[in-house]
């Protein structure tokens, strides 16, 4: 599918947004109160406003959530969110087509990359045209003050698209006091990339201002024997740049006020070994929320959110004609695709008496999109929410932290949708836990699912049923050892099937069309995770985990494509206190992937990568420092994905890699305040 979220390049506006930025950190160097570690995470300003600490409330009564801070990202040195997502969170497979800022394979405890909802600062930024085309390549890794994964179906308070969990990028946060960082590298690639940040407060005004700029010629992304001579275009550039602003006003201490501003635009080739001379995606994409938190006690709080999704995108290929060199044939030239998501969503959370709360609210999502390229005409939807979950209290049960709750969705188009949950924690001792965690999810139709009308091609269905899934998690953790050789361990077990299944499996023979419908089939999802972390001393951190996926679809009995069959992750971090430098080493190996393609079933993955990282900080306070990063240490070639197109000579079908990422080295300087 010749899909990306491909962005069109504006360096003026990125270099002015820089420059202002870096002129605010020079003007306020003098004034800064940050002093010693250098970790901007201690000076964040943080209220317990409902609307921001839903994911750690769900983590409270049974859901699993790993946290992935901004210290983790920046001594990592990962310059987008998924490469980040790949090496430290366990369980969570991710593979980028063509290294950064490309589409990615995402799977979730086994789950489809479909089955996943992304958030930013908790409002929904999933592609509504495609289920399979993730945001990630939009998100720079320097605008994350953290990553909050949620495991399991998470349909009660996020709605569609959460059947496997949801994954919440939270940007960066306020402070009282004025800081920032500016930082501008480059790479082996012939990339360099610059950023940059700044956060202060005036009385009861706080803002945030924030810009990022990612610039490469990238890397050939199909292996010499993979091309065809018709095949031209062969480095993989992409151009992509953020800006964005966040706004809060307190009104006081219980009513507070925020708002979101981000813009991403740029342009990112669209990689194929045959035919391509030039093919690309250009886009501009703008995302705006607001809220409203009160908190009238702890008893009594509520907020209201809003927010407004612009997506619009342009795709150009321009092929080479077999047998007349210098000739184009125009397959496509600036066709649109885009979408509008608009939604506003209210919650409350009402303490009923000593023993139990009630969480209960409203959401409401519209929705608008067209795609000229593989024809979805113009059309519009809403859906209409109403859910409720009750809490014990600890004064109840004060080692017992039991939740239920329940969600009825009214579509516009296809059939409603009502889902249940249940969850529960456990603390048998002060060191020992276990958690539950089940109930029903669902997934709505996509726009191409719904709309789609491509002549001798394919056909939607707006009487589509939402997919739905079943899922239950259950895990034993706890931690042994004291506060500087501490040890955390988790065991879990995953169980998800997923039914009512959205394919194009039905023929129209007048037409020649596929057409959507709804299958017998079922996805039927068991696996198990170990995940060890730990405090060594001296400076010595780290954490290995292990997944084993066991995704079948029940018509085949056959592992489901693109989900590998294990994931095997570990991290070790050096951060020693009374030095200046540090080094972080990631492996993550994959296990058997499957594809299928022209000749039917065929096998990828089995891959081990091994990433190196190393910071030397210039100054005694930790101002000034240089990170070195060194992806695929081994430089290891293997396939991130496989694709199918045909030779030049005779037409005929075959088998290609999409390269993952070669031995690149990325050298970055930051100044911090």
Known sequence: MRRGCKLAMRKGAVSMAVAAIAAGVQGEVQASETAGSGDLDQVVVTGQRLSETLPQQLAEFGVKVETISAQQIRNGGYVDVSSALQALVPGLYVASKNGPFDYVDISLHGSRRQDVLWLVDGVRI?????????????????????????????????????????????????????????????????????????????????????????????????RDSDYQPSGTDRNRDYNVWTVGAKYGYEFGENMRFEALVQHNDGKLDFAQPAYTATAFNERSENLVSTKLDYTISDSLQFFVKAYGHWWDSHYTEFDNVIGSPGDLDVIDDHDYWGYRDYGLNAMAKVGLNTNFDLLFGYDFQAYSGSDAVLVIQKESEHVNALFAQIRNTPALWPKVHLAAGVRYNDPSFGQEATVWNVSGQFDFTDSFFGRLSGGTSFRLPTAEELFADDPNDERGNPNLKPERGQDLNVSLGGHFGIPEHRFDWELSGFYRNVKDLISFAEFDE????????????????????????????????????????????????????????????????????????????????????????????????????VDLAGRVYLDAERHSVINLRIENLFDKEYAAALGTTQRDSDGSDYTYWNRGLPRTFTLRYSYRF
Request: glycine share 12%.
């Open 126 to 222: 999933n592609n509504r045209l495609y289920g399979g085309t993730t945001p990630l390549d939009t998100i720079p890794a320097s605008m994350v003050e953290r990553i909050e994964v949620l495991y399991g179906g998470q349909a009660l308070f996020y709605g569609t698209q959460s059947p496997a969990g949801a994954v919440n990028i939270v940007t960066k946060a306020f402070t009282l006091t004025p800081n920032g960082e500016v930082s501008l590298g480059g790479d082996s690639n012939n990339g360099w990339h610059v950023d940059a940040d700044f956060r202060n407060s005036v009385g009861k005004n706080q803002f945030v201002l924030f810009a990022s700029l990612d610039e490469s010629d990238g890397y050939q992304p199909h």
């Open 510 to 609: 007048d037409t020649n069309q596929d057409v959507a419908t709804n299958t017998a089939g079922e996805v039927k999802i068991r696996g198990v995770e170990v995940d060890l972390k730990a405090q060594l001393g001296a400076g010595f951190s780290g954490g290995v985990s292990y997944s084993y996926n066991h995704s079948r679809d029940a018509a085949t009995d056959l592992q489901i494509i693109r989900v590998p069959e294990y994931l095997a992750k570990a991290v070790l971090d050096y951060s020693p206190a009374n030095q200046r430098f540090g080094a972080t080493v990631t492996v993550n190996n994959v296990g058997k992937t499957f594809a299928n393609l022209w000749d039917g079933r065929e096998t990828y993955g089995k891959y081990t990568l």
